[in-house]
């Protein structure tokens, strides 16, 4: 979605000015060489971002952090405030708050799933399978497409692993654990994404365009039907499947899976997308003497932002 589109457009590269990179998935298999295409730009796309972004050693902040990182979300998993089974809702609370099943929030869930899946599927249809989950944004929908899907399979009448609190209801346990793991990552994910792209990065971008011509080549951009959806469309959905249509309390699990998801992002971004050359967010680059600080401020920000949503 961003990669293509938005590069094609700004950068104006003609299929004879773009340079092919043929990359087999299993060369990431291999440490050696780290950088699968020598000028660190896939295809020619990303030759806007400075190269010592792109090729050269990582930065020391960089290889300090990242372990760190890992280390502390490790550490997270086994200190007094991990997400134990008692720190989510028990299975019985997960499907009795659940709407029912043919109810009318139920049937709203069944929409949205379709509608999302038919917006990914149109995504994958015009761009593939991988190009499309190279974005954090593409990521945070189909975290929020599975969230309403297995919303909707939990109040199923499935005849596996019965409530044994509420014998009138069919609890399938693992949809309903699986499902309220999604509910706070999804949220945030959406939060992320609206405010980003709609508050900071678009009109940047805007900004930094020269002429008139194109701006209004962006903003036609801006208005294409998937990215209305997934940059505009996603918070309120997010807002009604983790709030509205079955609310309860957020707890300490919820924030060990939110940053749980977008760590596991960033850490796609560095593994394999760098590596790759595929830069959609420079300042991710582990070669910046400051990406330390901007990874810090990313989980920090995610911590603060489920504060905020919790209280």
Known sequence: MFATDFVSTHHNQSPQN????????SDLLFPSPWLLVPTGSYNGYFD????HLRVGPWSVSSIIALPLILLGAMWSTTSTRRPTAAAYPSFAFCTSAYPPAFSWFWLYNVIVTCWMAFVLGRNIRHEGWAMPYTTFTVWSWTMLLLRHALTVLAALPIPLFYDEVDTTRYGFRVISQLAECLRCPALLNSVVVF????????PGIYLTLETTTKRKQFIRWLFQFNLINQHFLSLPLAITSAIVSAPRQFTDADLWCGL??????LLFYILVL???????YPIFSPRSKYCALVWSLVIVGYGALFRWIQH
């Open 260 to 265: 749980a998801s977008v760590v596991s992002y």
């Open 195 to 202: 405010v980003v792209w709609n508050l900071i990065l678009a």
């Open 48 to 51: 806007w971002v400075p190269k």
């Open 18 to 25: 773009v340079r092919v990179s043929t990359v087999s998935s």
């Open 274 to 280: 760098d590596r790759l050359g595929v830069h959609l």
